[in-house]
């Protein structure tokens, strides 16, 4: 499956956003789906997760109740809404896809990868 983000941008601290992941050649609802996020000179890591089947749902500590995954299978898009933004959220935004598997938090556990796309948040 290939994915491509987009809705990256500069906001304040505080304000919201909402990022994006178009998914195409292959059964999107046969995909759980999984947000990670990378900043400049760190490791990538795990942001949320929706799982293919049932929809459930995970998030990393430093989003839970900030950030909401979301999925619309009929689009074959998954969504990011990010809400009061905090400066140490920026980071290029990968979006990737696993195959009838579970959500993990290991990025060797997604099987393709979209190119990313940057947020930036200022204070």
């Known amino acids: 499956v290939q994915l491509v983000e987009s809705g990256g941008e500069l906001v304040q601290a505080g304000g919201s956003l909402s990022v994006s992941c178009a998914a195409s050649?292959?059964?999107?609802?046969?995909?759980?789906m999984g947000w990670f996020r990378q900043a400049p000179g760190k490791e990538r890591e795990f942001v949320a997760g929706i799982r293919w089947s049932g929809f459930r749902t995970s998030y990393a500590e430093s989003v839970e109740g900030r950030f909401t995954i979301s999925r619309d299978n009929a689009k074959n898009t998954v969504y990011l809404q990010m809400n009061n933004l905090k400066p140490e959220d920026t980071a290029v935004y990968f979006c990737a896809a696993e195959f009838r598997g579970a959500v993990t938090t290991r990025v060797s556990g997604y099987d393709s990868w979209g190119q990313g796309t940057q947020v930036t948040v200022s204070s």
């Open positions: 050649g292959g059964t999107f609802s046969d995909y759980s």
